[in-house]
């Protein structure tokens, strides 16, 4: 297992935190993930032969957030 960590802006808000871990956990191979909303990061355990770190951007992205 791969680890990365992706720098969130946009969330205000436990809901934000949980919209954020749902999308990332939608992405096939991801295995888990903590979010911290105080700050600002996600931190994604995931399968590196089934998961790219630029489709967890996109899913990210798709919620509204913003990654850096």
Do not use: I
């Not at 749902?22 to 700050?39: F, P, Q």
Request: glycine fraction near 8%; aromatic fraction near 2%.
């Amino acid at each position: 297992m791969e680890k990365t960590t992706l720098n969130v802006s946009g969330m205000t808000c436990g809901h934000c935190e949980k919209a954020v871990k749902n999308a990332l956990m939608g992405v096939e191979g991801v295995a888990s993930v903590v979010v911290s909303l105080s700050e600002g990061k996600a931190e994604v355990e995931y399968d590196a032969s089934k998961a790219e770190v630029s489709k967890m951007k996109d899913a990210v992205e798709d919620q509204g957030y913003d990654v850096e």
